[in-house]
């Protein structure tokens, strides 16, 4: 059976090139990674585990994928521009194939958005788990928070938040003929870097869309100190969305669902009237409510209704 120093040789450590601000890679005590002047670190650490965190099932390329996808995508949020990486893997065993996999998957995450891996640790555990760490360059001062957000300022998101939660269901109740196209946005989230940097000096408070639209607009309220009110009728429901369950299912998925790494920002009126930028953008974004006095988040329903939203998500250690 290989040891981790060969594991890490043969599937590690020459998986992405030592990039620009990365003087010192894997291999030695520590990586020596570089900060341009006048620019800062946006810093972020995720672990996904099996079973809690994607289906048992899920094919290990996948796994990588979205074990860097999760990070990058707060790096988004932050506007910031990725760099580097870290990675902590617990596995059960010494299976090459799927560290092969995994790595497949996580290498071509990290060569799309020029991310090194720059280290890690590898060790065994009872459960498969992956963590990786994310650092990426903002211009100092830059970096957009969840607070900023402010009265009368438009309420937007981008893609089609829902689906990952659609494919989910779908793949938890083995319904025939599950849409592949939502599975693939369950495993393969899309972050949405350069969306993220694109709203550096617009955006007046930014967060990417982990736990639910619901419940990531509540901590962009929360941490700004205003309310938000969602359109009902302004919900972009896609058409895979719709096709997958009742209206009232898509708009649960699409207020509640998790997982799909879309980003949900706040932006000054002027801004999101400006519609040449917005077509510029490499994904559609659009504006689901405004900022108002709050309390809370509330969803405005056609007949012109405002009910307040429950804040669900994943919670760890509810019941235990
Ligand atoms: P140390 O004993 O100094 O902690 P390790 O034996 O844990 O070093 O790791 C050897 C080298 O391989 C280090 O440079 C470390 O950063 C790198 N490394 C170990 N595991 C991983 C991993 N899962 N991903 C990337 N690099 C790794
Ligand atoms: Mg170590």
């Known amino acids: 059976m ?165 494919g989910l269901a779908q793949a938890l109740a083995g319904t025939p003929g599950a849409d592949p196209a939502l599975r693939a946005r369950l495993d393969r989230p899309l972050p949405r870097v350069a969306l993220g940097q694109a709203l550096r000096g617009r955006a007046s408070a930014c967060i990417d869309v982990s736990d639910g639209l619901a419940a990531d607009a509540a901590h962009i309220a929360a941490a700004s100190g205003v309310g938000i009110v969602l359109d009902a009728g302004a919900l972009p429901v896609s058409p895979a969305l719709a096709a997958a369950g009742s209206a009232a299912e898509a708009r649960e998925w699409l207020l509640h669902g998790g997982d799909d790494y879309e980003l949900c920002f706040t932006l000054p009126p002027a801004i999101a009237a400006d519609a040449a930028w917005q077509r510029a953008l490499d994904v559609a974004v659009t504006p689901i409510g405004r900022v108002d006095t709050g309390p809370g988040v509330r969803l405005r329903t056609d007949d012109g209704d405002e009910r307040a939203l429950e804040v669900r998500g994943y919670r760890h250690f509810d019941g235990s």
Request: with cysteine.
């Open 2 to 166: 290989a040891s981790e120093f060969e594991l890490i040789e043969r599937h590690l450590a020459h998986l992405t090139p030592l990039g620009e601000h990365v003087r010192r890679g894997i291999g030695d005590d520590c990586a020596v990674v570089t900060v341009p002047a006048g620019h800062e670190l946006a810093v972020s650490i995720d672990t996904l585990n099996a079973g809690v965190h994607f289906p048992a099932d899920t094919a290990p390329e996948d796994v990588g994928w979205k074990a860097l996808a999760c990070g990058l995508s707060d790096l988004a949020a932050a506007g910031a521009a990725p760099a580097w990486c870290t990675l902590a893997l617990t596995l059960t065993a010494a299976e090459e194939d799927w560290l092969a996999a995994f790595a497949a998957g996580f290498g071509a995450l990290a060569a799309r958005h020029g991310v090194t891996l720059a280290g890690g640790d590898t060790t065994r555990g009872p459960g498969l788990a992956a963590t990786v760490q994310v650092a990426g360059l903002v211009p100092e001062g830059a970096a957009l928070t969840r607070a900023g957000a402010c009265v009368g300022d438009v309420v937007c998101v981008s893609g089609t938040p829902g689906e990952a939660a659609a």
